[in-house]
C-alpha cells in the first residue's frame, strides 16, 4: 500500500506561488502516473494536473493550465507542483494521488492523503 504526503501549502496573498510537494513509500509511486487534486469548500474535487512515470509526460487541467507545473523526481519519490499567481479561487485542500491514465481524470487510486491546505487572501 502507497502512503501519501502532503506538503508545501500555506496562506499567501494573491499573486503569490507555493510549492507543494507529495511523497510516498514504496517503489508502486515512482512507476506509476500521479495527479494533483483540489477541493474547495463545499466543491467536489477537481484536477489540477498530472505527470507519468518514466517519461514524464504531462497534462494539466483548465483551472491553473498556465499557472502551475509539475515535475517530478522519481529517486526521491517526489512529485511537485509549482502554483504561481494565486487567487483566492485557488483556495482549497490541494492532494496528489496515483493515476492510471493521466488523461483520464478520474483514474486515480482509492487512496488519498491528508491533503494541504493552500489559502490565498486578496
Known amino acids: 500500500q502507497v502512503q501519501l504526503v502532503e506538503s508545501g501549502g500555506g496562506n499567501v496573498q494573491t499573486g503569490g506561488s507555493l510549492r507543494l510537494s507529495c511523497t510516498a513509500s514504496?517503489?508502486?509511486?515512482?512507476?506509476?502516473?500521479v495527479g494533483w487534486f483540489r477541493q474547495a469548500p463545499g466543491k467536489e474535487r477537481e484536477f489540477v494536473a498530472a505527470?507519468?512515470?518514466?517519461?514524464?509526460?504531462?497534462f494539466y487541467g483548465d483551472s491553473m493550465r498556465d499557472r502551475s507545473i509539475i515535475s517530478r523526481d522519481n529517486d526521491k519519490n517526489a512529485v511537485d507542483l509549482q502554483l504561481d499567481r494565486l487567487k483566492p479561487e485557488n483556495t482549497a485542500v490541494y492532494y496528489c494521488?496515483?493515476?492510471?491514465?493521466?488523461?483520464?481524470?478520474?483514474?486515480?487510486?482509492?487512496?488519498w492523503g491528508q491533503g494541504t491546505q493552500v489559502s490565498v487572501s486578496s
Open positions: 514504496g517503489r508502486a509511486f515512482s512507476t506509476s502516473s
Open positions: 505527470i507519468t512515470a518514466v517519461k514524464q509526460k504531462t
Open positions: 494521488n496515483r493515476m492510471t491514465s493521466i488523461y483520464v481524470s478520474g483514474s486515480y487510486h482509492a487512496e
